[in-house]
Nanobody, 117 residues
Framework: QVRVVESGGGLVQAGGSLRLSCVASGSIFSSVIMGWYRQAPGNERELVARITSGGSTNYADSVKGRFTISRGNAKNSVYLQMNSLKPEDTADYYC???????????WGQGTQVTVSS
């Protein structure tokens, strides 16, 4: 069984910063892709950023230049540094860990981010 745990969400004013953390543990040897998704009320879950085991990254257009995804030193860990936050970034943020290509991966329970104007 694989457990994915996110942390670091909270309430922040517009223009502020937050850093989200995600760690996967349990029956997972390695992760080929780790990603962050978000879902705002009434919206579908969308990709925010993801990073491969080789370090390649891609971002949603709405967060380019403001958010940075990085792998942690701990195995199967990933961070999302969010700067210049906007009210439209308000959502539940979820971590997805893929252990092999073609797998749907594993999801955490999410961490809430609220950006006040």
């Amino acid at each position: 069984q694989v457990r994915v745990v996110e942390s670091g969400g909270g309430l922040v004013q517009a223009g502020g910063s937050l850093r989200l953390s995600c760690v996967a543990s349990g029956s997972i040897f390695s992760s080929v892709i780790m990603g962050w998704y978000r879902q705002a009320p009434g919206n579908e879950r969308e990709l925010v950023a993801r990073i491969t085991s080789g370090g390649s990254t891609n971002y949603a257009d709405s967060v380019k230049g403001r958010f940075t995804i990085s792998r942690g030193n701990a195995k199967n860990s990933v961070y999302l540094q969010m700067n210049s936050l906007k009210p439209e970034d308000t959502a539940d943020y979820y971590c997805n860990v893929i252990d092999y290509y073609g797998s749907p991966g594993y999801w955490g329970q999410g961490t809430q981010v609220t950006v006040s104007s």
